[in-house]
């Protein structure tokens, strides 16, 4: 069965900080994935995905990830956060035509002003 | 953001009740979906709908029916509550084929609070 595994739980940075959360997923075949972000009391928008092509995938607000099949990974970057970017971040993987979209358990990120 | 309504926003209802919470999308979608998410799971499928009267479980769909009688309805109901069913409720929508079909946008949630 596919799953997804996002490492941190929580992460707290001071603004201005570079940022990277990753995201591993178990899935032996071709994947489309997807970083979605929740503030607080709000729902999940997506920020950025990948089907294929360039494996660094440029999202909204500065966000990116980097698609390594090799390693199975999607990871979300941002090279210097802000305050307004304290939310929780949920990486989500569908694998295969008739695969359903699986959500990692999220990392809640704490940005310190 | 994509034309999702869910209601009601906030419920609280007692052990035994059966409880209907509802979505409405205006985007003419084929596919919509019921989510639940709670603390340290993330978000898990309860059922989705690939059309009108198409309906298909998902990973937690126990305690749960679902019922989508127009395209842009999509009913969950819990057949006889539980505290287990505490939760945050997410309906989303994705098109109908290609990257339309893969991505999809979620409403605004239902809390739903069981004595």
């Known amino acids: 069965a596919q799953s997804v595994s996002q490492h941190n739980h929580h992460v707290i940075l001071s603004e201005a900080a570079s940022l990277e959360l990753g995201c591993n997923y178990s899935?032996?075949?071709?994947?489309?994935l997807f970083w979605y972000v929740q503030y607080p009391g709000q729902h999940l928008q997506l920020l950025l995905k990948?089907?294929?092509?360039?494996?660094l995938v440029k999202g909204i607000k500065g966000f990116e990830a980097e698609f390594i099949k090799s390693k199975f990974s999607f990871n979300l970057r941002k090279p210097s956060v802000q305050w307004s970017d304290t939310a929780e971040y949920f990486c989500?993987?569908?694998?295969?035509?008739?695969?359903?979209?699986?959500f990692g358990k999220g990392t809640k990120l704490s940005v310190k002003p | 953001d994509a034309g999702i309504t869910q209601s009601p926003r906030h419920k609280v209802t007692e052990t035994g009740t059966p409880v209907t919470l509802r979505c409405h999308q205006t985007e003419n979608h084929r596919y919509m979906y019921w989510y639940r998410q709670d603390p340290g799971h993330g978000l898990r499928l309860i059922h989705y709908s690939y059309g009108v009267k198409d309906t298909d479980k998902g990973e937690v769909s126990d305690g749960y029916s679902v019922s989508r009688s127009k395209t842009e309805d999509f009913l969950l109901t819990l057949e006889s509550a539980t505290s287990s069913q505490t939760s945050v409720y997410f309906c989303a929508i994705s098109g109908d084929s290609g990257a339309a079909l893969e991505t999809q946008y979620f409403g605004p949630g239902t809390r739903l609070l069981v004595l």
């Open positions: 899935y032996g075949g071709t994947v489309n």
């Open positions: 990948y089907f294929s092509g360039d494996p």
């Open positions: 989500a993987v569908k694998g295969g035509s008739q695969g359903n979209l699986i």
